[in-house]
Structures are given as C-alpha cells and as structure tokens.
C-alpha cells in the first residue's frame, strides 16, 4: 500500500502505540490471529489472496463447532 494513503498512516498510528503498551483494537485483533494459528500473517503484514480469510473463518467455525 502507498505510504501517502490514510489507511496505511493508521496502520502506522496503531503498530506504534501498540508497541509503547497502548491497548487497542490492532492488539486484540493480532492476540486473536495469533492465538489461532495464523502468525505468519502478523509477522509478513502481507495478505494478497482471499484463501486466509476462508481459512480463517474456517477455523473460527470449527471453534463454535467444539464448544
């Protein structure tokens, strides 16, 4: 993504004010990602297809499945 787009200066705001100990939605979102198995998405910053998200919904019905 260019880096003159707003999306991506949020992307910016939020990864630092994670890293100084801020709590926000980025955090839950990654702690979320991470715990279900998908780490590789939170280290590449890169999702260039869809398959992750199908894999991920996936994943998130399986879950409700268990329960």
Known sequence: ????RYLYK???VFK????IGY????THLREHVLAN???YI???QNVTNEVFLSEYVQRLKD???QL
């Open 10 to 12: 949020c992307d910016v």
């Open 1 to 4: 993504m260019p880096k003159h």
């Open 37 to 39: 198995g998908f780490g």
């Open 23 to 26: 709590v926000n939605w980025v």
């Open 63 to 65: 879950q409700y499945v």
């Open 16 to 19: 630092f004010l994670a890293t």
């Open 42 to 44: 939170c280290i590449s």
